[in-house]
């Protein structure tokens, strides 16, 4: 019974792995990436966004990893005899230690059961696992692709992303900068070590959680709305002026910074693109200019 299971096994997973590498050779990257776009509601972007990265993912798997699984596959099939007495002595080896047959009592006969369980458990959840992690990928791809995450900045939106690119390219690394906003930014600090960031934190905003999408606005202090001595105190090199919610974006002020609008355009590939909040960053001499 062992040789012929191994047999039809092998056959099926050979089988599998040449339609996987056929499919990801025959039908192109974009036409599964068309049909993952069409699966997402119209309403929903970011959907759209990760369902296209998915697809990539996938179509990646089927060309790339298919081809040499279906080599491995095929060379096993050929070889099945060995593969058969390979699981044959396997078996023969592991047999003793779950099936005790001098025992024949019920307590012999339960432990053989939990050994065979506990070992069936053990497969059962590396194959789980594995499939997982290869899931975890798949879903990930649409973010990080093979980019390092200090390259893409994850958990952060895109704004915050193009914020901190543009702050390490616009500060140098010891700079001191005091942020002026409507969020809570531990995350430039870390994004951004090792330059030092400072913020004041608004009383009524101190205790409550961001969401996304600002669906609730925190309470911030704008430039002029601060205690005062707080920037003389901390005396910074940079003042960042950075606000996304819908009451304290300015959208006159949206152009104001001729540098973050140039970096801006050239990441968005977009000669006239104005991004949808504000962001004007200033030396503590400008900030403070009367």
């Not at 430039?223 to 910074?236: G, N, Q, R, Y």
């Not at 970096?263 to 968005?268: E, N, S, Y």
Request: proline fraction near 6%; include cysteine; glycine fraction near 4%.
């Amino acid at each position: 019974m062992i040789p012929k299971l191994v047999t039809v096994t092998l056959t099926i997973i050979t089988a599998l792995c040449i339609i996987v590498s056929l499919v990801g050779w025959i039908i192109p990257v974009e036409a599964v990436q068309n049909w993952a776009f069409q699966q997402v509601r119209a309403d929903d972007v970011y959907g759209q966004f990760e369902a296209v990265g998915r697809a990539e993912a996938v179509w990646w798997l089927f060309a790339y990893a298919g081809p040499v699984l279906t080599v491995v596959a095929v060379r096993t099939w050929l070889r099945c005899e060995r593969l058969i007495d390979g699981v044959q002595r396997l078996i023969a080896e592991v047999q003793p230690m779950l099936w005790d047959q001098t025992s024949t009592s019920w307590m012999g006969t339960a432990t053989r059961w939990i050994k065979t369980g506990l070992l069936a458990a053990t497969l059962l959840l590396a194959v789980f696992h594995l499939g997982g992690g290869v899931w975890d990928r798949i879903k990930d791809w649409p973010y990080y692709r093979l980019y390092s995450g200090d390259e893409m900045l994850p958990n952060i939106s895109d704004a915050n992303r193009e914020v901190i690119r543009y702050l390490r390219s616009a500060t140098p690394e010891n700079s001191r900068i005091f942020v002026v906003s409507d969020q809570k930014l531990f995350f430039l600090s870390y994004y951004l070590y090792p330059r030092k960031i400072l913020h004041r934190i608004h009383p009524d905003a101190e205790y409550l959680i961001p969401r996304a999408h600002q669906e609730r606005q925190l309470a911030a202090y704008r430039l002029k709305e601060l205690p005062a001595d707080v920037l003389s105190d901390a005396h910074p090199d940079f003042v960042l002026e950075y606000f996304e919610g819908p009451e304290y974006v300015m959208p006159e002020r949206n152009a104001e910074d001729l540098n973050w609008l140039h970096f801006v355009r050239q990441r968005q590939q977009n000669p006239n693109f104005v991004p949808p909040y504000t962001v004007v960053l200033r030396t503590y001499e400008e900030a403070v200019a009367p």
